[in-house]
């Protein structure tokens, strides 16, 4: 096996988006859900990985600063959640659930076939960047299952047979529904 | 099994059920407002009398964890579990889909008893659509004056707040709901002190769980004695009960907890059924973290007192999971081992550690590779980790050693028989992975 050795010279800087002014904006509306600044951190970083698609170390550093806490507490509270990404994901996250009620009905040859149509793993991503495949724990549809949730979309009652077409659908991922304008977290105000 | 008025689930299925319009037309906010004509202490009195125990998994009387709020507090949080992520359970979901103010007049009713000033709804990452739904709710909500400030004219102020998760199942737990909600991992705390005393922010903090609070109008509305009418002693009041697995109707019901396991699968108004002929082979009928029932054990009572007596840790979320005959008792083994070793948060040795090591030796065994002291040991860890035995700091081992222990318990004999019978081909397999 050979050594890696690591080379801090040569190496390429890392390189992840910085927060946009109005992002910044976006998540001070937040500030006074809360008695304390870190509580928008978890708020926060949803925004972030929602414009970024990731949450990248740039990024940590900036909300930690916004948010008067330290990068490694931020870093600290994202590696715990396994719904952020700490590098560039798919445009779409397909979930496949895995938990018991699926996995009976055979979420295993689901999600087998997603791998297959998709041609990546548990956790990767597709080279053209479209499609990153995960597996999730119960999604809370078992009367449903198997399971597949494309970003927002749950897909219901799954054959291995659908998955093909799911995942060409373009609009695999679109919920058509009425939204709160608060979806933004501007401030609220009540009378 | 009694004649039975549907009650949280009345609007299900009406058109616009969703919003607030359809909900006052029916009647919807009355409780709120007859609440906030009443003193808090009011509030909690017939909470208390109506015995609502908590829907959330752990049956404790909503009234009497109000009541160990200090007397002299000035901030008090609400914080409201819809984290729902115990496998099989989706009631939660369904009362936030298709009636979500109820659960808003809910958590105004419990907001005013415990004199909350901010309530914060903790709704797990993926519920995508579901927080759509409430949130349109909230803002119609706000709208029409129910939260705010002097709500109704009462002089109450209360914020409500979604703050959504980002995927842990142990942010269920209440002090780990509340960790995260604190911008933190969501690291279980060691009690006491008890979140009444400390929880949030430091300040006293009630965790009630969705279907605990959609439970509040009807009680306020209607009176302790209609909620002490329904269901034996002890497990009054509505109830929704989740199957899903092998049958003809999977679903999410409405019932009093007046009925058997059997009944669950086999009324035409709950599951109606087994699937294709099949048989029924286990049941985890309280979630995965209660334990499972064998074929034999199905006049097991989905009631709060019941489940003990068949080895259960409880009724949990009154979610059934059917397993039929044709599956292998060893895919549901490693599944649930799976899961708990994945969702283990990891601060507790015995945890940690005996999650993993539990779904090291299910993997083994289910792929023909086990050995008898798997099997032995399988039905060990489980009595030498959780908060019984006092050796960790929240429920989820107890949950992965009930889950984990009664099926070795009760499926011994399946599992020694594959061991059994697949020994000498296994060791050859073992082999030929090893080199
Ligand atoms: C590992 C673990 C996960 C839990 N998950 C949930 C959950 O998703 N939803 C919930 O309401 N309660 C959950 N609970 C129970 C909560 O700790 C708490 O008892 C409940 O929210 C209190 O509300 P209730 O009294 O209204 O039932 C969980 C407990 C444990 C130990
Ligand atoms: S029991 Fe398990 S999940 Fe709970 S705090 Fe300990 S390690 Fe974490
Ligand atoms: S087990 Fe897949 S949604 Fe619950």
């Known amino acids: ?191 | 099994m009694s004649d039975y008025e549907t009650v949280l689930l009345k609007n299900v299925g009406k058109p616009n059920s969703q919003r607030l319009a359809t909900y006052v037309e029916g009647g919807g906010y009355s409780g709120a407002k007859r609440a906030l004509e009443h003193t808090p202490d009011d509030v909690i009195d017939v909470v208390k009398r109506a015995n609502l125990r908590g829907r959330g998994g752990a049956g404790f009387p909503a009234g009497v964890k109000w009541s160990f709020l200090p007397k002299d507090r000035e901030v008090t949080y609400l914080c409201v579990n819809a984290d729902e992520s115990e496998p099989p359970t989706f009631s939660n979901r369904v009362l936030m889909e298709e009636d979500p103010h109820q659960l808003l007049e809910g958590i105004l009713i419990a907001g005013y008893a415990t004199q909350a000033t901010v309530a914060y709804l903790y709704m797990r990452a993926e519920f995508a659509e579901q927080y759509h739904i409430m949130q349109v709710a909230l803002d119609e909500a706000y709208e029409a004056g129910y939260f705010g400030k002097n709500i109704l004219g009462s002089g109450y102020n209360l914020e409500c707040y979604i703050h959504r998760g980002a995927g842990a199942y142990v942010c269920g737990e209440e002090t780990g709901l509340i960790e995260s909600l604190e911008g933190k991992r969501g690291w279980p705390r060691i009690k006491p002190p008890f979140p009444a005393i400390q929880g949030a922010f430091g300040k006293p903090t009630v965790v009630n769980n969705v279907e605990t609070l959609a439970n509040l109008p009807h009680i306020v509305n209607r009176g302790a004695d209609w909620f002490l009418g329904i269901g034996p002693e002890g497990s009054s009041g509505p109830k929704l009960f989740c199957i899903s697995g092998a049958v003809n109707k999977p679903g999410c019901y409405e019932g009093a907890m007046d009925f058997s396991v059997r009944e669950l699968i086999e009324s035409d108004r709950f599951g109606g059924g087994m699937r294709d002929g099949l048989k029924v082979k286990a049941v985890m009928p309280g979630g995965i973290s209660m334990g499972i029932l064998t074929a034999d054990e199905l006049d097991m009572k989905m009631d709060f007192a019941d489940p003990a007596k068949y080895g259960l840790l409880g009724l949990g979320t009154a979610s059934a999971i059917v397993v039929d005959d044709q599956t292998d008792i060893r895919k549901v083994l490693r599944n649930v081992a799976r899961f708990f070793s994945h969702e283990s948060c990891g601060q507790c040795t015995q945890c940690r550690e005996g999650t993993s090591w539990m779904y090291k030796m299910s993997n083994r065994v289910e792929r023909g590779l086990g050995r008898m002291e798997d099997i032995e040991l399988l039905g060990e860890i489980p009595a030498k980790m959780g908060m019984m035995p006092g050796l960790s700091i929240c429920g989820l081992s107890d949950g992965a050693a009930f889950a984990i222990r009664t099926i070795v318990e009760k499926f011994r004999s399946e599992l020694e028989g594959y061991v059994r019978s697949e020994n000498d081909d296994a060791v050859r397999i073992a082999l030929e992975i090893a080199n």
């Open chain 1, 1 to 191: 096996m050979a050594w890696k050795a690591i080379d801090r010279v040569n190496a390429p800087a890392e390189e992840s988006p910085s927060l946009s002014e109005p992002l910044k904006e976006k998540i001070r509306g937040f500030f006074d859900r809360y008695p304390t600044k870190r509580a928008v951190l978890i708020p926060a970083l949803h925004m972030i990985q929602d414009d970024h698609g990731y949450v990248g170390w740039k990024a940590m550093e900036e909300v930690a600063e916004l948010l008067e806490i330290t990068a490694s507490d931020v870093f600290d509270t994202v590696s715990f959640y396994s719904h952020f990404w700490t590098h560039p994901k798919g445009e779409k996250v397909v979930m496949a659930c895995r938990s018991v009620s699926c996995d009976l009905l055979g979420a295993d040859r689901v999600l087998d076939e997603c791998k297959k149509v998709l041609g990546i793993g548990d956790h990767e991503t597709t080279p053209d960047g479209k499609y990153s495949l995960m597996t999730e724990e119960c999604l809370a549809a078992c009367d449903h299952g198997p399971c597949l949730m494309v970003n927002e979309k749950m897909h219901k009652c799954v054959n291995p047979a659908d998955v093909r077409k799911i995942i060409k659908d373009d609009a695999n991922d679109k919920l058509d529904m009425p939204r709160s304008s608060l979806y933004d977290g501007a401030n609220r105000t009540s009378a």
